[in-house]
């Protein structure tokens, strides 16, 4: 069955810092990885994608992540945190190719002044 | 902002009730997948309609149904509510045709706010 971990609920970094969210996961075949976030009381806007190709990938607003396939991770990186990065951010793999995404539990990011 | 729009934005209904919630997808998207995001949980697919037809669907019982019309907007139908129906229902569309673009990216809608009482 494939499914995606994240083992961190909280990940509190101080402005300025850089930052990694982690996600591991586990699929049969080829992964196709996704970081979406999720701001209060609102949908879920996607960052980046992994398909294929250079294993680091990057996306929307500075974030990037690399995919290491020894591991099965996909983290999520930014060099420089900023306030306005905290938010819900969820790791998602993609079954197949059939649009249906499976979600991690998700990992709340606190930027700190 | 995406361009997927959910209809309504929260809504209270009572157990045993039942509710239908709309989705606009993104102009040229015609796959649309619903899901549910219980609190403090990542979102659970429900079920996908890709041209009208469901094309896979979730561990969710049949009292969830769905439809998606013909220009690609869908709806999200719950029979007989229960409490554990309580949640944020997220509609997604893909661009633009998956079988011919796979693996593109879901754009999300901001959600349907579900209460049972």
């Known amino acids: 069955a494939q499914s995606v971990a994240q083992p961190e609920d909280q990940v509190n970094v101080a402005e300025g810092n850089p930052l990694t969210v982690k996600c591991t996961y586990s699929v049969s075949g080829n992964p196709y990885l996704f970081w979406y976030v999720q701001y209060p009381n609102r949908g879920l806007q996607f960052l980046l994608k992994y398909i294929t190709g250079d294993n680091l990938v990057k996306g929307s607003y500075g974030f990037e992540a690399e995919f290491n396939k020894s591991q099965t991770s996909f983290h999520l990186k930014k060099p420089s945190a900023l306030v306005s990065d905290s938010a819900l951010y969820f790791c998602a793999v993609e079954s197949g190719n059939t649009g249906k995404l499976i979600f991690g539990q998700g990992t709340t990011l606190q930027v700190k002044p | 902002e995406t361009g997927v729009t959910q209809s309504p934005t929260h809504l209270i209904k009572t157990r045993g009730q039942q509710v239908t919630l709309r989705c606009s997808s993104q102009?040229?998207?015609?796959?649309v997948s619903w899901y549910q995001q219980a609190l403090g949980q990542g979102p659970q697919f429900i079920f996908q309609?890709?041209?009208?037809?469901?094309?896979g669907r979730g561990n969710f019982p049949p009292r969830f149904s769905g439809l998606q019309f013909p220009n690609y907007s869908s709806e999200l139908n719950v029979n007989a509510l229960e409490l554990d129906d309580s949640a944020l229902y997220l509609c997604a569309s893909s661009l633009p045709d998956r079988l011919v673009v796979p693996n593109t990216e879901a754009f999300f809608g901001q959600g349907t706010r579900l209460t049972v009482v």
């Open positions: 102009s040229g998207h015609n796959t």
């Open positions: 309609y890709y041209r009208e037809e469901e094309n």
